[in-house]
């Protein structure tokens, strides 16, 4: 392997373009190759990559004989059949955004992957990565005593346009509880490190999208929702998520709280969304509240500008390249989101969709 790692990149939509302007803020990185399908995010791809080889295929990206690891940012419902097009013709270490699958019937397909696949598989969990949340993981145990409660809160925009708008539909994207809920649910799983038992979950498409038709067709996603999580520890964690709540302060709010006292992160939404005559977009906030001596330690978690300019992700798409770098070059033997904590995710956003729909509990149990 050459010092320069060499990315192929398979999908440079909204997000694969994140990904590009994040890679080429990291040293001795460049995209070697990208495939991407669209016309229009290829043209823009190419002002964060101009000197890729673009490509017509997944084939024909996998012969480029230079690359040393892969990027999947393609839409969900394709990451399945492109992780088995690796295996197939060059298991290379690979980054794969998230939700890792999309359908329950591909749960095979993937298992039986995971067991032949001889290279690294990371799973793209960005919100792990974003420094106010990163240090809410790292004080936690902490600021609690042993976190009892957990709970997660989004409020944000309404899911953006993608190409050939396969985000309106679950049949592309597992449903919002998977497709932008899994983040939470691996965060949940990793703040209580414990085990998912039952999942409730209420939800409803009550104002986003309602005038939308493509091809005749409605979408049927989520915009909003609450999800209860039981854990096999005994803790438990909820999710609140409304997708039409843009106007408020901070996007994230995550409160974990213990016999000791409470920790929460308070992360913004993108810059780029907040209005100007509001002045500077708001700073990522820790605040740790103690229960003796009762009073809120409130920390500013200032992000890199540059990292901010890179992306909507409060620089947690920098971060985790760095570490997938890591991997790539064998200075770290796992990583961080192995392809178990990708399923897990997605198994607990399924579980919310069955129970939101059937109106009942879903033990995890019953999915796997």
Known sequence: MSQIINY?????????????????????TRVAAIFEPDAQMATESRKFAPDAQFVDSVDALLAVEALDCILIASPNYRHVEQLEALAAHRPLPVLVEKPLFTDPAHAERLAAF???????????MEYRYMPPVATLLAEAEAATGGIKMLTIREHRFPFLEKVGDWNRFNRFTGGTFVEKCCHF??????TLKSEPVRVLASGGADVNHLGERYDDEAPDI??????????????????ELCMFAEGARYQEEISAVGPKG?????VPGPGRFWPDHLGEPPVP????SPRAPKGPEIRDIPVDPTL???????GSTFYQHKGFLDLVRGLRAHPDVSLEDGRIAVL?????????????AVEIAELL
């Not at 906030?285 to 740790?288: A, D, E, G, I, P």
């Not at 901010?308 to 409060?314: F, Q, S």
């Not at 607990?348 to 009942?360: D, L, Y």
Request: net charge negative.
């Open 262 to 266: 409470k920790i929460e992160a308070l």
């Open 8 to 28: 192929g990149v398979i999908g440079c939509g909204m997000m694969g373009q994140e990904h590009l302007r994040n890679i080429a803020l990291l040293d001795d």
């Open 348 to 360: 607990m956003g399924m579980a919310a969709q069955i129970s939101m729909t059937e109106h009942r």
């Open 285 to 288: 906030q820790v605040v740790v």
């Open 308 to 314: 901010l300019e890179a992306g909507d992700h409060n």
């Open 185 to 190: 649910f691996d965060l949940m799983r990793l």
């Open 222 to 239: 989520l915009d909003n929702g609450y999800v209860i999580v039981d854990f096999a520890n005994g803790t438990r964690a909820m999710l």
């Open 114 to 124: 995971r067991a032949n696949y001889p290279a690294p598989v990371w799973v793209a």
